[in-house]
T-cell receptor
């Protein structure tokens, strides 16, 4: 079974508009972490935002926010005020187990976001 | 912040030769390093996890004799693709566990083309 599911292969958004990228996950571990990464065409992986399974508040980082719905096992990324530089692949990922960053991370299939001027 | 330097950024090699890819943690000690492979327009697939001073743990289906991983020091992990073939052409990227809020820092990746 897929641990991370991203159902949107591609998305378009108008510049300055907000966009939501979907991510659902599957785990039986009560302790886990969810990540979003941006991968521009150059290939580097840029960390955007992190949500721990025990975090009560939704994570926010500047224009990025994570809509964490634990019961639904979803962790959607919201990008507000889209910019042309936001055009890239976006990956949702999950780490299962205790915090500390030493467990392996599983990635979703990604969503290609294109921002239209 | 934590930085991982990965070299080379791209390499072209002849079929049958070996290629070594290096990942160095510049300002922290990386006890755990992860190696991923990414085919065009696909996701990152974990190949192996390496811990400093011990043998790497390979994911199911990854040939350990073909993809040699060495993590001899706290700042250097290497991936050697032995007897490379065209089907090994891919984007390889390393990631170090930092323990911080982001948890992981990625190298910039290596694009391998085997001709």
């Amino acid at each position: 079974a897929q641990k991370i599911t991203q159902t949107q292969p591609g998305m378009f958004v108008q510049e300055k508009e907000a966009v939501t990228l979907d991510c659902t996950y599957d785990t039986s571990d009560p302790s886990y972490g969810l990540f979003w990464y941006k991968q521009p065409s150059s290939g580097e992986m840029i960390f955007l935002i992190y949500q721990g399974s025990y975090d009560q508040q939704n994570a926010t980082e500047g224009r990025y926010s994570l809509n964490f719905q634990k019961a639904r096992k979803s962790a959607n990324l919201v990008i507000s005020a889209s910019q042309l530089g936001d055009s890239a692949m976006y990956f949702c990922a999950m780490r299962e187990g205790m915090t500390g960053g030493y467990q392996k991370v599983t990635f979703g299939t990604g969503t290609k976001l294109q921002v239209i001027p | 912040g934590a930085v991982v330097s990965q070299h080379p950024s791209w390499v072209i090699c002849k079929s049958g030769t070996s290629v070594k890819i290096e990942c160095r943690s510049l300002d922290f000690q990386a006890t755990t390093m992860f190696w991923y492979r990414q085919f065009p327009k696909q996701s990152l697939m974990l190949m192996a996890t390496s811990n400093e001073g011990s043998k790497a743990t390979y994911e199911q289906g990854v040939e350990k004799d073909k993809f040699l991983i060495n993590h001899a020091s706290l700042t250097l992990s290497t991936l050697t693709v032995t007897s490379a073939h065209p089907e090994d052409s891919s984007f390889y990227i390393c990631s170090a566990a930092t323990g911080g809020i982001g948890g992981y820092t990625f190298g910039s990746g290596t694009r391998l083309t085997v001709v």
